[in-house]
């Protein structure tokens, strides 16, 4: 009788090493298939190669084909600055790092909204130009960088009546619509607003921006004017505004443009090329010049007080 309870003892004994000894065995199996893991992760690689574990935070939350493009060049410490950008876009990157190490008068902020918008490029550089996207309607961007075809015309022109404006002049439905809503309420205020210039086609921007280069040189042509084809006029959704009494110089000092500086944004305005973003728009500050872009996206460039470049390249393109 004590013979078979030692024996079911050391059964019991050698069932317990057995059981011990595989989950021990699991365990270090584990530990090697985790470590395996872990060397094969994303995390270990980019520390390996200098990244800190608070650069790698940032970095995870890119994706994988990201990283992997990441991983695949030498350790850089301007990589996760620029990423703490607010608008960094991935495929710039080494742009980026070449135009912030050649240039010393940008900040990181800088440098990631001038090359996001291809200012860091040459205007109506060949190699950088391209077709406007037409498909993007109301949204579609006209600049030195994207053109419109010659024969380019939108198909829903209609005709401004003198009473709203200074001359012939034609707008696309929506946008005369909206200006006619701004027009009212901005007249409630006793504010008058005339529109100077709306929609001009390929043969008559020609004509103006010759003319300004036979005044004073094509250098200064480009700074105050589009070429043919680049101009947004000839998209039907951009209008030069003024007042009585106020040119377009002169119209920033008018209660007018303190008005619409406040208020266009409500009616689908925005002002296209705002005072200290020159380099960034490629042309000098009008105070005159308002791009339909429809109420929620002008809300939005309103709100983020960027210009329309910079919310198309983040928003838009990317």
């Known amino acids: 009788m004590k013979k078979k309870r030692r024996l079911k003892k ?14 021990l065995l699991i365990w270090i199996i584990s530990s090697i298939v985790k470590k395996i893991n872990y060397m094969h992760s994303y995390e270990y690689k980019l520390l390996k190669i200098g990244y800190s574990k608070q650069e790698v935070e940032v970095i ?4 994988n084909k990201q990283i992997d493009t990441l991983l695949n060049k030498k350790y850089n410490k301007l990589y996760v ?6 608008y960094f876009i991935f495929n710039n990157l080494d742009e980026y790092v070449k135009f912030y190490v050649d240039n010393d008068d940008y900040d990181l902020k800088e440098t990631i909204s001038l090359v996001n918008v291809k200012a860091n490029k040459d205007y109506y550089d060949p190699k950088t ?8 309607d109301i949204l579609m961007l006209v600049n030195k960088f994207n053109y419109l075809d010659q024969n380019y015309n939108p198909n829903d022109l209609v005709d401004v009546k003198n009473y709203y404006a200074y001359g012939e002049n034609k707008i696309r439905k929506e946008v005369y619509e909206n200006f006619l809503n701004m027009w009212n309420d901005a007249k409630k205020e006793k504010l008058s607003l005339i529109i100077t ?3 001009r086609d390929y043969n008559y921007q020609k004509s103006l921006w010759d003319m300004y280069a ?6 200064w042509a480009d700074s105050v004017a589009a070429r043919a084809g680049y101009s947004e006029h000839q998209t039907g959704l951009a209008l030069d505004i003024v007042t009585y009494g106020a040119n377009m110089d002169s119209f920033e000092s008018t ?13 689908g305005f925005i002002l296209r090329y705002p005072k200290g973003k020159e380099k960034i728009t490629g042309y ?7 791009r339909y872009v429809g109420k929620n996206v002008a809300k939005k460039i309103h709100d983020l007080d960027i210009t329309y470049d910079e919310y198309y390249a983040y928003y838009i393109e990317k």
Not at 81 to 86: H, I, P, R, T
Not at 129 to 136: A, G, L, N, P, Y
Not at 284 to 290: F, M
């Open 255 to 267: 209660d007018e443009f303190k008005w619409l500086n406040e208020n266009a944004y409500k009616y």
């Open 81 to 86: 600055k620029l990423m703490k950008q607010k």
């Open 214 to 219: 036979n005044q004073k040189g094509d250098e």
């Open 10 to 23: 050391g059964i019991k004994k050698l069932l317990f090493i057995f059981l011990v000894g595989i989950i």
């Open 129 to 136: 130009i391209k077709k406007t996207d037409t498909k993007k």
């Open 284 to 290: 000098s500050y009008e105070s005159w010049h308002y």
């Open 197 to 199: 210039s709306a929609y």
């Open 60 to 63: 995870k939350k890119y994706d």
